[in-house]
C-alpha cells in the first residue's frame, strides 16, 4: 500500500489517539480508557508497517512519538489503577469494615455463635451431629482428616491447582449466597450465616471429639481467619441491603436499595479478595503435613491477630489528615 492511502486508511485512528493523549485531566477523552491498550497495540503496528515500507520519516517520526507517548499513558494508567487497588485494600476497605461495625458484629454474632456454641455442645453430646450431617458426609470427613492421611483435606487424585480452583469456586459460592440473601429483607442472609456456622460448628466439634482434632486444627488454622471473616463481611453486606429493604426511611425502597448498594458491594469486593487468598492458603499450606502442627497453629492464630488488627488499625492515618 502506498504512503497516502494508508494515511488516508488510520488518520481518524491517529487523530483520536492524539486527542486522548493531549485531554486535560477531567474532560471527557476521545475514547474510553479500557480501549487504550487495543488502541495502543494498533498504533505500533502501524508504525512498525511504517518503518517496513520506508513510508517518509515525517510519518515515521509523528507515529513513533505517538508510540512512546501512548507507552507512557498506557502505563502511567496501570500505576493509577494498581495504586486504586492499594488505597481500597489498605485504606478504604478496612475503614469500611470499621464504619459499618454494627452490621458486620451482627453478622459475626449469627455465624460465630452457631459455630462455637456447637463446638461446645458436640464435646458433651457427640451423637447430636447425626442430626446435623448425613452419614456419607461424616464418613467423607473421616477420610478427609484421618490422622493416616498423606494431604489433610485432600483425596490422593487431587492437586494442589486443582484444589485451589474448586476452593475459590466453593468460596466464592458461599459468599455470594450469603450477600444475595440480603434482597429477601435480610433473612437469606440470616439463614446462609447461621447455617455455614452450625455446619462448621458441627464438623469442628465433631472431629475434635473423635480425636481427629490435630489433624483438622492443623488444616483449618492457616486460612481460617480469611475465610471465616469473608463468610462474616458477606453477610454484613447482605444485611446492608436488608436494611434498606425493612426500614427505607424517608427514601422510597428502591432509593434506599442503590444508597445501600455501594457500601455493600464494596465489602463484597473486599471478601471475595480474602476468599481468594483463602483458596491459595488452603490448596498450597493447609494440606502440608511435614510441617509441625505447632507451627501450623502458631501460624493460624498470627493470621487471625493480623487480620483483626488490619481492620482495627489500618487506614486510620489517613483518615485523620
Known sequence: MKQAPFEAAHREDWQAFERYLEAPRGATPAFPAAELPQRYRRLCQHLALAHERQYSPDLVDRLNLLALRGHHALYANRRRQSQRLADFLLVA?????????????????????????????????????????????????????????????????????????????????IGF?????????????????????????????????????????????GHSSLELLAIVLSGAAGLRLGMAVIRPGARSRKAALVAAARPAVRLMYGAALMFCAAAFVEAFWSPLTEVPFEVKIGAGLAGWAALLAFFALAGRARAAR
Do not use: C, K
Open 93 to 173: 476497605f478496612p475503614s469500611l469494615v470499621r464504619e459499618e461495625w454494627r452490621v458486620v458484629g451482627v453478622a459475626a454474632l449469627l455465624f460465630f455463635g452457631p459455630l462455637v456454641g456447637l463446638i461446645a455442645a458436640l464435646q458433651v453430646w457427640p451423637e447430636f451431629v447425626h442430626y446435623l450431617l448425613h452419614p456419607q458426609q461424616i464418613a467423607s470427613f473421616h477420610d478427609m482428616y484421618d490422622p493416616g492421611n498423606r494431604r489433610l483435606g485432600m483425596r490422593e487424585a487431587d492437586t494442589h491447582f486443582a484444589m485451589f480452583g474448586f476452593y475459590i469456586w466453593n468460596n466464592v459460592r
Open 177 to 221: 449466597q450469603t450477600f444475595a440473601g440480603g434482597m429477601l429483607a435480610g433473612l437469606g442472609s440470616v439463614w446462609f450465616l447461621a447455617s455455614n456456622g452450625l455446619m462448621i460448628g458441627a464438623v469442628a466439634g465433631y472431629l475434635t471429639q473423635i480425636g481427629f482434632g490435630g489433624t483438622f486444627w492443623s488444616f483449618v488454622s
